[in-house]
């Protein structure tokens, strides 16, 4: 490390042995006022005492303004479906290649009211030069807990957990499937385990 130039520098210790005591900051990351012997030399070169004093405490309070504190919770869903469709597989090859790549993948939840199979079917979207894809649907079990935290606009974050080349037995080839990870506001509904296609959620 080079030496410090005091003709340069701004600080406590380029103005030794006027100023003796160099200021450091105390456990909670602010200044420890009582090791600052002159504050207008503190690095910076501009804090008043007063200011000083008010940043003391909570970086919320120092600032003025309050920090709600809002706890978020993950679930993991297997997404189901895409091996049936050879647009999905298209689609999910792409999205395996991109993430290889280390590159983010925008994924949505998006009810899909007119589906013949389930009126309550939650498609899952990946965006893909920029469009829109569908890659699966979220599991019957975990319909019911994904439709409640979509009507009420929860879902904060959902992203692709894994995309894995798997050997699906009861197609006899490798296909792609994949999981994503969705965190929402608040905690999740259980599983319902009961569900059945086009059933009354509420």
Not at 100 to 113: A, D, G, M, T
Request: glycine fraction near 4%; aromatic fraction near 12%.
């Amino acid at each position: 490390m080079p030496w410090l130039d005091i003709t340069l520098a701004d600080c406590n210790c380029s103005h030794y042995p006027r100023t003796f005591s160099i200021a450091v900051r105390n456990g909670s990351g602010f200044p420890a006022t009582e090791t600052q012997s002159d504050s207008s030399d503190w690095c910076g070169g501009n804090t008043s005492e007063h200011d000083l004093s008010e940043t003391e405490g909570e970086p919320a309070n120092a600032a003025g303004i309050d920090h709600e504190v809002v706890t978020q919770f993950t679930e993991y869903f297997k997404v189901k479906g895409s091996t049936y469709h050879d647009h999905f597989q298209k689609a999910l090859r792409q999205c395996k290649r991109l993430l290889l790549n280390k590159q983010e993948i925008p994924v949505q939840l998006v009810i899909e009211p007119a589906n013949l199979a389930d009126e309550n079917a939650i498609i899952v979207q990946a965006e893909l030069e920029n469009m829109w894809h569908p890659v699966g649907y979220i599991p019957g079990v975990k319909v019911k807990k994904a439709m409640d935290a979509l009507d009420k606009e929860e879902i904060k974050t959902t992203k692709f957990k894994a995309v894995e080349w798997k050997y699906i037995y009861a197609l006899g080839e490798f296909r792609y499937v994949f999981s994503i990870a969705v965190t929402k506001l608040n905690k999740w509904l259980p599983s319902n385990k009961d569900y059945q296609y086009n059933d009354i959620l509420w």
